[in-house]
């Protein structure tokens, strides 16, 4: 009689059991359904893009090309045309509009150096690192003012006037000895026998692809 | 946030040894379910035991159930989730190898090594026969090798290939399993009872 009664109630208890994973999986059919987010959520985004800790200075750029600095890679986000026009030394080409393709993933994507996009001014560069930090990608940089601060600072620095202070022509002198390092070549130069045109040499950056899928099985 | 090692949540490190906690679980859930004995499991083929068909059924939906609502509320990215690659030719002749020594043996390679462990002799043949077994797949790998790595279709799914709701399927798939567990009761008090 005893066993009776328990099978009756381990009969009510899988049938209560069954019920239970009916509705457990009837929620999933019903449950509201959303847009995933990917990458970061809007509100860390927004706290990027407002942060100006994202910018690194032409000055900053210079050191490092010049000390022969391996820890960056330099992305130029313009056209194809500016692009085989002037482009900073070892900058990789990858157009903006090419910013998240399949190929250019090894550049943008990983945790080795860290990247610095460019562009004529820092808007295009801004787009960029938007597109790239939403998704997640790590050690973004952008170069504040682009190549035209670039040029303003670096390759034609201004001369500072004779009120201004001892920094002032620190800055200046520095500049120009950076600017003489790409090339630049001054008239006080001229007499020298040969000016020294020394090009940074060229680095090949190489990028090992993160492998990503886990692996197991049965 | 998940799945946690890929992510880096967990240190890569820690694959084993959770993999070897994880295994020992599995081991002591598999002997408790009774799937050391050849008979409860060959069972499932005479219809006097279905606890196999129950235990994997109900598994494997609980997990999908579970990984399907951690997905919805963001703590696991399902579409990271490893998919064993298939094999097409290869997975069908293996299976139908599979089964026929399931039934003449009465278990697979997972649980005749829990039935190793408590000490079946059976299991012992079986598992010397599983080695000899993979010794002579190694010797004719050359020959099995265009099966072996042919037909691969890649890390497809079910639900990527005919685009099916996933969340429908799963409760589709659910009905299906109660349906089956009732049917398997229903068969198993018709037939005869074996003592074992």
Same mark, same amino acid.
């Given at each position: 009689?005893?066993?009776?009664?328990?099978?009756?109630?381990?009969?009510?208890?899988?049938?209560?059991?069954?019920?239970?994973?009916?509705?457990?999986?009837?929620?999933?059919?019903?449950?509201?359904?959303?847009?995933?987010?990917?990458?970061?959520?809007?509100?860390?985004?927004?706290?990027?893009?407002?942060?100006?800790?994202?910018?690194?200075?032409?000055?900053?750029?210079?050191?490092?090309?010049?000390?022969?600095?391996?820890?960056?890679?330099?992305?130029?986000?313009?056209? #194809? &045309?500016?692009? /085989?026009? =002037?482009?900073?030394?070892? $900058?990789?080409?990858?157009?903006?509009?090419?910013?998240?393709? *399949?190929?250019?993933?090894?550049?943008?994507?990983?945790?080795?150096?860290?990247?610095?996009?460019?562009?004529?001014?820092?808007?295009?560069?801004?787009?960029?690192?938007?597109?790239?930090?939403?998704?997640?990608?790590?050690?973004?940089?952008?170069?504040?003012?682009?190549?035209?601060?670039?040029?303003?600072?670096?390759?034609?620095?201004?001369?500072?006037?004779?009120?201004?202070? #001892? &920094?002032?022509? /620190?800055? =200046?002198?520095?500049?120009? $000895?950076?600017?003489?390092?790409?090339?630049?070549?001054?008239? *006080?130069?001229?007499?020298?026998?040969?000016?020294?045109?020394?090009?940074?040499?060229?680095?090949?950056?190489?990028?090992?692809?993160?492998?990503?899928?886990?692996?197991?099985?049965? | 946030?998940?799945?946690?090692?890929?992510?880096?949540?967990?240190?890569?490190?820690?694959?084993?040894?959770?993999?070897?906690?994880?295994?020992?679980?599995?081991?002591?859930?598999?002997?408790?379910?009774?799937?050391?004995?050849?008979?409860?499991?060959?069972?499932?083929?005479?219809?006097?035991?279905?606890?196999?068909?129950?235990?994997?059924?109900?598994?494997?939906?609980?997990?999908?159930?579970?990984?399907?609502?951690?997905?919805?509320?963001?703590?696991?990215?399902?579409?990271?989730?490893?998919?064993?690659?298939?094999?097409?030719?290869?997975?069908?002749?293996?299976?139908?190898?599979?089964?026929?020594?399931?039934?003449?043996?009465?278990?697979?390679?997972?649980?005749?090594?829990?039935?190793?462990?408590?000490?079946?002799?059976?299991?012992?043949?079986?598992?010397?026969?599983?080695?000899?077994?993979?010794?002579?797949?190694?010797?004719?790998?050359?020959?099995?090798?265009?099966?072996?790595?042919?037909?691969?279709?890649?890390?497809?799914?079910?639900?990527?290939?005919?685009?099916?709701?996933?969340?429908?399927?799963?409760?589709?798939?659910?009905?299906?399993?109660?349906?089956?567990?009732?049917?398997?009761?229903?068969?198993?008090?018709?037939?005869?009872?074996?003592?074992?």
């Amino acid at each position: 009689m005893a066993n009776k009664n328990k099978s009756k109630f381990s009969g009510l208890q899988y049938k209560f059991l069954a019920i239970i994973l009916l509705i457990l999986a009837g929620g999933l059919v019903a449950l509201p359904k959303y847009e995933k987010n990917e990458g970061i959520k809007p509100v860390q985004l927004l706290a990027n893009v407002i942060n100006p800790a994202r910018y690194i200075s032409t000055d900053e750029i210079a050191h490092k090309i010049i000390s022969q600095d391996r820890s960056f890679i330099l992305i130029d986000v313009r056209d #194809e &045309e500016s692009y /085989n026009k =002037y482009t900073l030394p070892n $900058a990789v080409h990858i157009p903006l509009k090419k910013i998240l393709d *399949e190929e250019f993933s090894m550049y943008v994507n990983q945790n080795q150096y860290d990247v610095i996009f460019f562009s004529n001014d820092n808007f295009y560069s801004d787009q960029a690192w938007v597109l790239c930090n939403r998704l997640g990608y790590k050690n973004q940089r952008v170069l504040k003012g682009g190549i035209n601060m670039w040029f303003k600072t670096i390759i034609n620095p201004p001369k500072p006037s004779e009120n201004m202070p #001892e &920094e002032a022509f /620190n800055l =200046y002198s520095t500049r120009k $000895a950076s600017s003489m390092y790409f090339g630049v070549v001054y008239p *006080e130069q001229v007499k020298a026998p040969e000016p020294v045109k020394k090009v940074a040499p060229k680095q090949i950056i190489t990028v090992k692809k993160v492998k990503k899928a886990p692996e197991g099985g049965c | 946030m998940g799945p946690l090692i890929p992510n880096d949540l967990i240190p890569l490190e820690w694959n084993n040894i959770i993999a070897i906690l994880i295994g020992i679980a599995f081991g002591f859930v598999l002997e408790a379910s009774g799937f050391s004995s050849s008979r409860k499991l060959a069972g499932v083929f005479y219809g006097y035991d279905f606890a196999v068909l129950k235990v994997f059924f109900t598994a494997a939906i609980v997990s999908v159930i579970g990984l399907y609502y951690m997905d919805y509320l963001g703590y696991l990215d399902i579409t990271q989730l490893y998919v064993h690659p298939t094999y097409l030719w290869a997975a069908i002749i293996g299976g139908a190898i599979m089964g026929v020594g399931f039934v003449a043996g009465g278990f697979c390679p997972g649980t005749s090594l829990c039935a190793v462990a408590i000490g079946k002799l059976d299991a012992w043949v079986y598992v010397l026969g599983i080695l000899v077994g993979i010794f002579i797949f190694s010797e004719l790998f050359d020959f099995i090798e265009p099966i072996f790595d042919g037909y691969n279709f890649g890390n497809i799914t079910l639900i990527d290939t005919f685009e099916w709701d996933p969340y429908w399927f799963i409760f589709i798939f659910a009905i299906v399993a109660i349906i089956a567990f009732a049917v398997a009761d229903f068969v198993q008090k018709k037939v005869k009872k074996v003592f074992y």
